[in-house]
């Protein structure tokens, strides 16, 4: 059974930061190129992040040198750090991986994230 389970979530003020991080099971994770999303209300889903399994990154024009994402094979997670948060970052984050060829995507329950102003 494959599970995403994310922790970090929570409420902070504009200008702090947040570590959110994602484990993930019933994979071979290291193969699998790992993602973050974010759905604000009334948005659509949007990337935030991504790493892929030889470990390029790509971020989301919005959070561009704010957000760091990394992942550890040994553990099998995917952490994104988030500094300078802003209220627009409000969102639940999801993580996400992909199979290699794009064949199978997996989704996480999602994690909240608040900046208050």
């Known amino acids: 059974q494959v599970q995403l389970v994310e922790s970090g979530g929570g409420l902070v003020q504009a200008g702090g930061s947040l570590r959110l991080s994602c484990i993930v099971s019933?994979?071979?994770?290291?193969?699998?190129?790992a993602d973050w999303y974010r759905q604000a209300p009334g948005k659509e889903r949007e990337l935030v992040a991504a790493?892929?399994?030889?470990?390029?990154?790509n971020y989301g024009n919005s959070v561009k040198g704010r957000f760091t994402i990394s992942r550890d094979n040994s553990k099998s997670t995917v952490d994104l750090q988030m500094s300078s948060l802003e209220p627009e970052d409000t969102a639940v984050y999801y993580c996400?991986?992909?199979?290699?060829?794009?064949?199978?995507?997996?989704w996480g329950q999602g994690t909240q994230v608040t900046v208050s102003s």
């Open positions: 790493i892929g399994s030889d470990r390029s990154v």
């Open positions: 019933g994979v071979t994770f290291s193969i699998y190129d």
């Open positions: 996400h991986v992909v199979s290699p060829g794009n064949y199978v995507h997996y």
